[in-house]
């Protein structure tokens, strides 16, 4: 009697194993490379983690599950798999994860681009959109991008004209473009303040040089001390703070003009006049105006001019590709001081350089990272909440079994071929898909295809003497975003 009683529980506590370890041995999750007891997979990484991942892929297949330290991360490198993240299961990969650094410049998450999924995300989005993205706001801003066009191709006159055989860092003067252009469209035209655009220009490379390095919290969330302790936090917080002095002067010198409209208003503007709304479904306090600025100042700047680099890499570095451009530019506007952005519809090879660019480079090789807000299955495979998922769009764009000559820069593959970059076509997502697809997309093209066929058009190209075309250095830097490694130097000869 005495042994039955000890049996009983026993049996009980034995079944109950069982059936917690039965569970445990059904759950099916995706393929994984070997791990470090602690680091997990983070040594597999490498500095281009693109490419790391991509020969990952290649061994352990197109949906893999790294443990890059505690976090365990998904990593996504084929177009069907990618449909079945940003199309299938949309909705539970359309969060983010939080990352420490993203935290304390963006205002707690008070942004939109790194902000969790929710009603703030949604309003943040809705709110941008309608008074910055949408194709009416982005065609009404013609008149200032063609302006902007007008003086980068004046500074590149003048410095041809003063120090003709002096080559030109181009990689400085795009980005410079692409700082000043997308600064007037957030907080509108400045006049004299050169210095302004140039500050920003400093604090957007700290920023992005903090959200591209390595923070240990963001791959061992059980660690958050160590922030602290190694300086990091107060790394994040110095440059936040002089953001937040910047930015605190532009709110108060746009309010004090009280809702008065001009036409050189910028989205900062759209954004005071909605703070004193009284039907809006928030309330927009400066901290969100703030957090929303040093995003999209962020997300807009680097992304334009990487596409421009690239692009003028490649055309010098292809010159039959270079001269067929010219052509086609040439011969649409010949005769006008510039191009104007209604000649660009009539300019198809341009639009297929363009394509081309960001297929080969694109300017986030791994998109932004998402991650999954419920457990779900995925090709058999069962995915749980909370993993982190990267999506490698640069493997995708090189995948051989898509694209013919995958490593070569072949324009003509985009003529006559439906394919776009709208987010539809899951082999070509270099602005991303489903409901986080990059707003800005439709404000960067405008920006990217009037600027590169005034370049074209405007002057003709020479590599620094002694160079030939093979020695373009292509070498990519690691990042967030993925620049040219080393500054581009060419030399401009007008040829209007
Ligand atoms: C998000 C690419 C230009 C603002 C994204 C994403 C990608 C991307 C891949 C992530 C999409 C996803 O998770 O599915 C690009 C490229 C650009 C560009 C290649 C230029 C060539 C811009 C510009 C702006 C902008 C000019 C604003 C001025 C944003 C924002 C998000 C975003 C705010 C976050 C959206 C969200 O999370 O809801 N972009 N982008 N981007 N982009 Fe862009």
Same mark, same amino acid.
């Given at each position: 009697?005495?042994?039955?009683?000890?049996?009983? &529980? +026993?049996? =009980? *506590?034995? !079944?109950?194993?069982?059936?917690? @370890?039965?569970?445990? $041995? #059904?759950?099916?999750?995706?393929?994984?490379?070997?791990?470090?007891?602690?680091?997990?997979?983070?040594?597999?990484?490498?500095?281009?983690?693109?490419?790391?991942?991509?020969?990952?892929?290649?061994?352990?297949? &197109? +949906?893999? =599950? *790294?443990? !890059?330290?505690?976090?365990?991360? @998904?990593?996504?490198? $084929? #177009?069907?798999?990618?449909?079945?993240?940003?199309?299938?299961?949309?909705?539970?990969?359309?969060?983010?994860?939080?990352?420490?650094?993203?935290?304390i410049l963006f205002y707690g998450g008070k942004d939109m681009?790194?902000?969790?999924?929710?009603?703030?995300?949604?309003?943040?989005?809705?709110?941008?959109?309608?008074?910055?993205?949408?194709?009416?706001?982005?065609q009404s801003f013609q008149a200032a991008r063609e302006e902007?066009?007008?003086?980068?191709?004046?500074?590149?006159?003048?410095?041809?004209?003063?120090?003709?055989?002096?080559?030109?860092?181009?990689?400085?003067?795009?980005?410079?473009?692409?700082?000043?252009?997308?600064?007037?469209?957030?907080?509108?035209?400045?006049?004299?303040?050169?210095?302004?655009?140039?500050?920003?220009?400093?604090?957007?490379?700290?920023?992005?040089?903090?959200?591209?390095?390595?923070?240990?919290?963001?791959?061992?969330?059980?660690?958050?001390?160590?922030?602290?302790?190694?300086?990091?936090?107060?790394?994040?917080?110095?440059?936040?703070?002089?953001?937040?002095?910047?930015?605190?002067?532009?709110?108060?010198?746009?309010?004090?003009?009280?809702?008065?409209?001009?036409?050189?208003?910028?989205?900062?503007?759209?954004?005071?006049?909605?703070?004193?709304?009284?039907?809006?479904?928030?309330?927009?306090?400066?901290?969100?105006?703030?957090?929303?600025?040093?995003?999209?100042?962020?997300?807009?700047?680097?992304?334009?001019?990487?596409?421009?680099?690239?692009?003028?890499?490649?055309?010098?570095?292809?010159?039959?590709?270079?001269?067929?451009?010219?052509?086609?530019?040439?011969?649409?506007?010949?005769?006008?001081?510039?191009?104007?952005?209604?000649?660009?519809?009539?300019?198809?090879?341009?639009?297929?350089?363009?394509?081309?660019?960001?297929?080969?480079?694109?300017?986030?090789?791994?998109?932004?990272?998402?991650?999954?807000?419920?457990?779900?299955?995925?090709?058999g495979y069962d995915i749980p909440r909370k993993t982190r998922?990267?999506?490698?769009?640069?493997?995708?764009?090189?995948?051989?079994?898509?694209?013919?000559?995958?490593?070569?820069?072949?324009?003509?593959?985009?003529?006559?071929?439906?394919?776009?970059?709208?987010?539809?076509?899951?082999?070509?997502?270099?602005?991303?898909?489903?409901?986080?697809?990059?707003?800005?997309?439709?404000?960067?093209?405008?920006?990217?295809?009037?600027?590169?066929?005034?370049?074209?058009?405007?002057?003709?190209?020479?590599?620094?003497?002694?160079?030939?075309?093979?020695?373009?250095?292509?070498?990519?830097?690691?990042?967030?975003?993925?620049?040219?490694?080393?500054?581009?130097?060419?030399?401009?000869?007008?040829?209007?």
């Amino acid at each position: 009697m005495h042994a039955f009683l000890w049996l009983a &529980p +026993l049996t =009980l *506590l034995l !079944l109950t194993i069982k059936l917690i @370890l039965s569970k445990r $041995s #059904s759950v099916r999750l995706p393929p994984s490379p070997w791990k470090l007891p602690f680091i997990g997979n983070l040594h597999q990484l490498g500095l281009l983690p693109h490419q790391s991942l991509d020969k990952l892929a290649k061994k352990h297949g &197109p +949906l893999m =599950l *790294l443990k !890059l330290g505690q976090v365990p991360t @998904l990593v996504v490198s $084929s #177009s069907q798999m990618a449909r079945e993240i940003l199309k299938t299961h949309d909705l539970i990969f359309a969060s983010r994860p939080i990352l420490r650094t993203a935290e304390i410049l963006f205002y707690g998450g008070k942004d939109m681009g790194f902000a969790q999924y929710g009603e703030h995300w949604r309003q943040m989005r809705k709110i941008c959109v309608i008074n910055l993205f949408n194709a009416k706001k982005v065609q009404s801003f013609q008149a200032a991008r063609e302006e902007e066009v007008a003086h980068l191709m004046d500074k590149i006159s003048q410095a041809c004209s003063l120090h003709p055989l002096e080559p030109l860092n181009m990689s400085q003067v795009l980005n410079l473009f692409s700082n000043d252009i997308t600064c007037r469209a957030l907080m509108g035209k400045f006049s004299g303040e050169e210095g302004r655009n140039i500050l920003f220009h400093k604090l957007i490379e700290e920023n992005i040089l903090l959200l591209s390095g390595f923070n240990l919290v963001d791959y061992f969330p059980s660690l958050g001390w160590l922030s602290s302790l190694l300086g990091l936090d107060e790394r994040a917080k110095r440059i936040s703070s002089k953001w937040e002095a910047v930015l605190c002067q532009i709110i108060q010198e746009h309010s004090i003009r009280n809702g008065e409209k001009t036409k050189d208003d910028g989205f900062v503007d759209s954004l005071l006049s909605l703070q004193k709304d009284p039907n809006m479904e928030i309330s927009l306090t400066d901290e969100i105006i703030k957090a929303l600025l040093v995003d999209l100042i962020g997300a807009g700047i680097d992304t334009t001019y990487i596409a421009l680099e690239w692009s003028m890499s490649e055309l010098i570095k292809n010159p039959q590709i270079m001269r067929k451009l010219q052509d086609e530019v040439r011969g649409v506007a010949f005769g006008q001081s510039m191009v104007k952005e209604e000649d660009l519809s009539k300019m198809c090879y341009l639009t297929s350089v363009i394509k081309e660019v960001l297929r080969l480079h694109p300017p986030n090789p791994l998109l932004l990272p998402r991650e999954s807000m419920d457990s779900c299955q995925i090709e058999g495979y069962d995915i749980p909440r909370k993993t982190r998922v990267v999506i490698n769009f640069w493997s995708i764009a090189r995948d051989p079994k898509i694209w013919d000559y995958p490593e070569e820069f072949r324009p003509e593959r985009f003529i006559d071929n439906p394919i776009d970059f709208k987010g539809q076509d899951y082999e070509y997502i270099p602005f991303g898909s489903g409901r986080r697809v990059c707003p800005g997309m439709q404000f960067a093209i405008s920006v990217i295809e009037l600027a590169l066929a005034n370049l074209v058009y405007r002057f003709d190209w020479k590599l620094v003497d002694g160079m030939v075309p093979e020695e373009v250095d292509m070498t990519e830097s690691p990042g967030l975003t993925m620049r040219m490694k080393n500054n581009l130097y060419l030399v401009a000869n007008s040829w209007v």
